[in-house]
């Protein structure tokens, strides 16, 4: 009886006043506010004798915070709505429609200038992004790190530029990039389903795009992570050429293991072989890493290009190549610039690159899993208002968050901080935001206040 008796003198009404649901979502419109986004933003969709009741660059964040939110159809925007007296005045789902139906390609580039702006602006504040780490250590100082990489988006039903992908299934491939160092998605474009995976043009492009939305100061030293896809002669003369006296861009990129390869893997001997190491910078058992540079005819490759080779005892179950059978080792290989390095480390921060599949599982869930519209155009704009909502979670977690806070994915931190209820008071020509005492993290959000509102506000 104990177990089913807390809900016998429970009673549920509809009467009541000054509950705020999802407060804890407050603190990203606010963010946006005074880092200058929704400013920039407005500036940049303002359009000449047009004057809408709702601001566009208004619009376009209360959708990012719908979508940080969690929400998953542009109705959705009746939550924040609905709580006028905390949100403010939010457009209705038809004018978030009409928003995002006016964004084409010079907005969505007016768009992509404002975000670099704010981008440069708060890196400041921050006093640079965080260093970013490899088998725990730092990659380097000063040194930004992207990640480039491509994924399925699955449609249920037929809509413009949907196509049948090269994972036998049904939807779009968009390509995105992402800051290892802040967790920000820096660019996303959406292509249709029946795009390549290794088709160098998207990738310079999106790459374009990427290095773009880098603040000036922090692009001198640079790092390009990718999978085999972008192991192109075009990609990496590239990136290649995009070294210079004043700035170093190094990669590391996967590298498909063919013929000439597996003979250089035979040829290697027993003492070319390292013990390689595990995430937390320990060595793994079972792993180990070599050069083939010496060994591979690279004419036509960029000056300077290495290939390194890893190989491991593969989990049970595994499915090898006719050549992996043979010893029982399962390879992969990537090509880096850096000259210089220990092959264990070389290999540990190519790997880090895993991460990037974390983000892109994270951006499902935040809006990029799950486009709206039959229209492509329409849906590409959403994949921005998207880019824009990871921007905010992110820039909540550097700036305002601390501990396992920083460091959560945003399924945890709506449960935790965005989806918090609070009651609504007036007093002393002010609104209080009243956050339940018995909320575990109750002083984390009101910090989180404390640090935004500290922001000096946009010149």
């Known amino acids: 009886m104990q177990s089913t008796a807390w809900s016998r003198d429970l009673r549920v009404t509809a009467d009541g006043a000054g509950v705020v649901s999802h407060a804890g979502s407050v603190l990203l419109p606010m963010l946006a506010d005074r880092a200058g986004l929704t400013g920039a933003l407005s500036a940049a969709l303002a359009r000449r004798g047009r004057w809408p009741l709702h601001d566009r660059g208004r619009v376009l964040v209360d959708l990012a915070v719908l979508i940080a939110d969690g929400g998953q ?30 964004l084409g390609p010079v907005q969505l580039r007016r768009i992509a200038a404002a975000r670099a702006k704010v981008r440069a602006r708060l890196w400041q504040l921050f006093g640079g992004p965080p260093a970013a780490k490899a ?84 692009r001198r030293r640079l790092l390009i992570r990718a999978d085999s896809a972008a192991a192109t002669h075009a990609v990496l003369n590239w990136l290649a050429g995009l070294n210079s006296p ?41 792993a180990q890493v070599a050069e083939l540079t010496g060994l591979l005819a690279l004419a036509g490759w960029p000056t300077g290009m290495r290939v390194i080779v890893r190989r491991e005892r593969p989990h049970p179950g595994a499915q090898l190549s006719l050549f992996e059978e043979r010893d029982g080792w399962r390879y992969t290989a990537f090509v880096t610039n850096t000259p210089a390095g220990a092959l264990q480390w070389l290999e540990a921060r190519h790997r880090a690159h895993a991460r990037v599949e974390d983000r892109i599982r994270c951006a499902k869930d935040t809006g990029l899993g799950r486009l709206p519209s039959r229209e492509f155009a329409i849906n590409a704009a959403w994949c921005t208002a998207a880019a824009i909502a990871a921007d905010l979670i992110a820039w909540l977690q550097i700036h305002a968050l601390d501990g396992d806070l920083a460091r959560a994915e945003p399924k945890r931190l709506r449960y935790r901080i965005l989806h918090t ?20 993290w109750a002083t984390q959000i009101t910090t989180a206040f404390t640090r935004i509102a500290a922001i000096p506000a946009p010149g």
């Open 73 to 102: 159809a542009i109705a959705d925007i009746d939550v924040l709505r609905h709580q006028g007296e905390v949100f403010g005045s939010v457009a209705s789902d038809t004018t978030v429609w009409r928003m995002l139906d006016e």
């Open 135 to 218: 088998a725990g250590r730092e990659i380097g100082a000063g040194v930004v790190v992207l990640d480039i990489d491509s994924t399925i988006v699955i449609a249920h039903s037929d809509k413009d530029g949907a196509a049948p992908t090269y994972k036998h299934s049904f939807g779009f491939h968009p390509m995105l990039v992402t800051c290892d160092n802040t967790g920000e998605m820096l660019t996303v474009t959406l292509r249709p389903g029946n795009a390549g995976a290794n088709t160098a043009a998207d990738h310079l492009d999106v790459l374009t795009d990427a290095v773009a939305q880098i603040p000036a100061a922090h």
């Open 246 to 286: 004043r700035r170093r861009v190094e990669y590391s990129i996967g590298w498909s293991i063919g013929e000439p390869e597996r003979a250089a893997i035979a040829a290697l001997p027993a003492t070319a072989w390292s013990p390689a190491l595990d995430a937390d910078g320990g060595v793994r058992e079972g």
């Open 421 to 440: 209820s609070a009651r609504l008071i007036r007093g002393q020509r002010r609104r209080w935001l009243r956050i339940p005492a018995t909320w575990p």
